[in-house]
């Protein structure tokens, strides 16, 4: 988890090395308009989406006593949720780079890696409610 999150951490470090670079965005002097607006909600709502999509696959997980089963169910889960929650910094990058926005980016960052954090208490959550049942 921890690496994760240092990944969105080094996305800002791209973009701010780069910007200490000379970086120059192709539409930078652009408004954004109807493509800034759609690459942001995409990535707002990919990660806003991926708690309640993990949860119904939680549900539609099987209850077992077993605790491999119940580890490939939560890796699934837990995948799945990074790869929604992703999209949030992928978008803040796209929005980087067409127009130089690092306040974007900083923001859609943070939200991924709090929807990243989010997951994994989630997964902690229901891995010590698996070793309290086993006691």
Not at 10 to 36: H, S, T, V, W
Not at 71 to 76: E, F, S, T, V
Request: glycine share 8%; net charge positive.
């Amino acid at each position: 988890m921890i690496a994760l999150v240092v990944a969105q951490i080094l996305y800002a470090l791209l973009a701010m090395a780069m910007l200490q670079g000379g970086f120059k965005a192709p539409r930078r002097n652009e408004p954004g308009g109807p493509i800034l607006l759609a690459v942001f909600l995409v990535g707002m709502c990919g990660a806003m989406s991926s708690l309640p999509v993990v949860k119904a696959l939680a549900r539609r997980q099987p209850v077992s006593a077993d605790f491999t089963t119940t580890a490939r169910g939560l890796l699934k889960q837990f995948f799945v949720g990074f790869a929604l929650a992703q999209t949030a910094s992928l978008a803040g990058l796209l929005i980087f780079f067409l127009y130089g926005d690092l306040n974007t980016l900083l923001f859609l960052i943070w939200v991924a890696a709090t929807a990243i954090v989010a997951h994994f208490l989630r997964v902690k959550k229901v891995i010590d409610e698996f070793e309290k049942q086993q006691r």
